[in-house]
């Protein structure tokens, strides 16, 4: 019923960015949240930003003045920029949507694949 799809991760030098994207397609009503998290090995997945319909965002404290979340003009896709990244960022990064579909008001949760950021020194 609905596809998610990640995109941009890599390997960068601690100061460098990444842009991270993830789009959803399908029989999709409406987005309630859509955010981004990541997991670390050995650490459990955290919340690094999220954003509602309404565009209100939160932000993990350790990301706050560096990493910036969106959504595209199309409203399936949200963005993550990450700016002076840091070692401590490397970890799998998870899209996740919060969304309704066609079928009735249930809110269901999609995960992106995940995608690998490593932050060398």
Known sequence: QVQVVESGGGLVQAGGS?????????SIFSFNVMGWYRQAPGKQRELVA??????????????????????????????????SLKPEDTAVYYC????????????????????QVTVST
């Open 18 to 26: 990444l842009r991270l994207s993830c789009a959803a397609s399908g």
């Open 50 to 83: 999220s954003i509602n319909s309404g565009n209100s965002t939160n932000y993990a404290d350790s990301v706050k003045g560096r990493f910036t979340i969106s959504r595209g003009n199309a409203k399936n896709t949200v963005y993550l920029q990450m700016n």
């Open 96 to 115: 996740n949507f919060a969304l309704r579909l066609w079928t009735g008001p249930a809110t269901y949760d999609y995960w992106g694949q995940g995608t």
